[in-house]
């Protein structure tokens, strides 16, 4: 067994151990309550969260407005729904024990009203709000007017410093932890910055030092850094644990709970993660809300990469022309072979992007595109796919058909969709699945058990 000491979250002492929260539904309160009921975190997410008919059935959400505004508006409600619901789940199956924290996107479409909402909805049942995906640099004060805990998931040092600088030192009794999230391993959205490359992995260790000396000089010295990416087994981050330089650390756990009895995709999902080898999971920057994100490389990602080779920049005059929705574009004369090559291949229909270029898809996909952008129902602040912008209206720049809707998507694969058409966010070590032996024989163990094993160092 391992010497994990325990640590004050969210104003509890309880074992550092911590399920990430993963939208869409696939952290919700059954997994969070089965943490928190050993003892430890748990998170459900409130991004787009289910919520239930009289009968227990998962309503499905399904939009009837008109306008994108309308849509908006039911967005909004089933996400208040949704987010309620579960944190009343989550408390029930949590026996009082551990502590529950609700996990939202900042730039989800409506953040601040909705994390606001549910907080109003089911203020008795949170403990605190983690929120990362962008700057929730407003999140301080909704907690505090709410008397819970907030954690931030940042990256680096300097995106801590900037969120404590400019409004978190104004409501520092809430703050709870800082969720150290790895941009190059974690599973879904990544934090990586401009200046940094995808390609080249920096140490967590250097970089989660960085951060404690910033929340040091902060005299932020005893709040936990709670771990996240590629956390798998305990053992491997011995040198982490009790070690003066980083302080109070907790752990935080995202792809391995997905293969959780409570989980409500594990058995779906099981096939595809036992199957998963090294390198299966790509960092990519195809999301429509603009940051990297890491996701298993299956026909959706494959296809999205593929696009991104199939463009060609646009040119005032040239001899090479397409015909754009019955406008005819010039492209750069160099590009003649390949286009021929796409189009032969079947990907005749042209696309206009934000970026000059035309990229070339399938006319059914030309077409699909066209009406997921149409259904569009702003669930994210500003979206690159449709050119939603929460404040504007509309970001200014041409919808982008080389990324794609990340709610339609999620929505589906958390719901039985297919598991090669839909986007399915992991971790990078998910691959050890396959080489764990407490997966062995296709097991997918109980959260209890899961939490178990881990205290082991396995
Ligand atoms: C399927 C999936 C969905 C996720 N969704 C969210 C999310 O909605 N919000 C969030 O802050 N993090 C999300 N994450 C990140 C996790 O909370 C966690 O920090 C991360 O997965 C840790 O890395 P690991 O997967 O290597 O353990 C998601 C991760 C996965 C695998
Ligand atoms: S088009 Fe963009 S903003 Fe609209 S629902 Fe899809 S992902 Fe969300």
């Known amino acids: 067994m391992l010497n994990l000491i325990s640590q004050k979250i969210s104003g509890k002492f309880v074992l550092p151990l911590v399920e990430g929260g993963k939208g869409v539904s696939i952290s919700n309160g059954e997994t969070c309550g089965a943490w928190a009921a050993n003892d430890a975190v748990g998170t459900f997410s409130a991004v787009n969260a289910d919520s239930y008919d009289e009968a227990g059935n998962v309503i499905p959400q399904i939009y009837h407005g008109k306008t994108r505004e309308e849509r908006r508006r039911e ?4 996400a208040v729904n949704g987010g309620i619901a579960q944190a009343k789940i989550a408390r029930e199956r949590s026996n009082g ?22 907080l109003e909805g089911a203020k008795d049942c949170i403990h605190g709000v983690v929120c990362g995906a962008g700057m929730p640099y407003e999140l301080s004060e909704i907690a505090a007017k709410f008397k819970v805990f907030y ?28 969720v150290y999230e790895d941009p190059w391993l974690a599973g879904g959205h990544n934090g990586l910055s401009n200046a940094e490359s995808p390609t080249n992995p920096m140490n967590p260790y250097l970089r989660l030092v960085n951060l404690r000396k910033v929340m040091n000089s902060f005299n932020l010295k005893y709040l936990p850094i ?12 011995a040198d982490y644990i009790n070690n003066d330089e980083l302080g109070n650390v907790a752990f935080q756990f995202g792809t391995r709970p997905i293969l959780t009895t409570e989980c409500p995709v594990a058995k779906a999902w099981q096939p595809k993660f036992m199957a998963l080898k090294r390198g299966d999971v790509k960092l990519t920057r195809l999301s429509p809300t603009g940051f990297y994100s890491s996701a298993i490389n299956n026909e959706m990602l494959a296809d999205l990469i593929a ?18 929705f019955g406008n005819e574009v010039c492209l750069d004369e160099s590009f003649r072979e390949k286009v021929s090559f796409w189009t032969a291949q079947g990907f005749s229909a042209a696309m206009l992007t934000p970026d000059k270029t035309v ?14 952008q149409r259904n569009c129902c702003c669930c994210l602040s500003a979206c690159r796919f449709s050119s939603w912008c929460q404040t504007k209206g509309s970001t200014g720049r041409i919808p982008d058909p080389r990324s794609f809707c990340i709610q339609r998507s999620l929505q589906e694969v958390a719901h039985g969709g297919n598991l090669d058409e839909n986007l399915l966010f992991a971790g990078h070590s998910a691959y050890r ?3 764990d032996p407490f997966y062995a024989n296709n097991y997918i163990p109980t959260t209890k058990e899961l939490i178990e094993r881990i205290q082991t160092g396995y």
């Not at 967005?75 to 089933?78: S, T």
């Not at 024990?97 to 549910?118: K, P, V």
């Not at 646009?314 to 397409?322: A, G, P, T």
């Not at 990229?359 to 997921?372: A, D, G, M, Y």
């Open 433 to 435: 699945f396959a080489e």
């Open 307 to 324: 696009r991104q080779e199939r463009q060609a920049p646009i040119v005032e005059q040239s001899d090479l022309k397409v015909s754009v």
């Open 226 to 237: 709670i771990i996240a990416g590629s956390v798998w087994w305990l053992s491997e981050w």
């Open 359 to 372: 990229v070339f898809v399938t006319p059914e996909q030309s077409v699909s595109i066209l009406q997921s």
């Open 151 to 178: 954690y931030p998931i940042v990256s680096s040092d300097r995106a801590f410093s900037a969120l404590f600088r400019r409004s978190f030192k104004k409501c520092v009794e809430f703050l709870g932890g800082v």
């Open 97 to 118: 024990r551990g502590r529950i924290h609700m996990n939202a996107l900042w730039e989800m479409g409506g953040s601040q009203e909705i994390i606001t909402r549910i």
């Open 75 to 78: 967005l909004i409600e089933y």
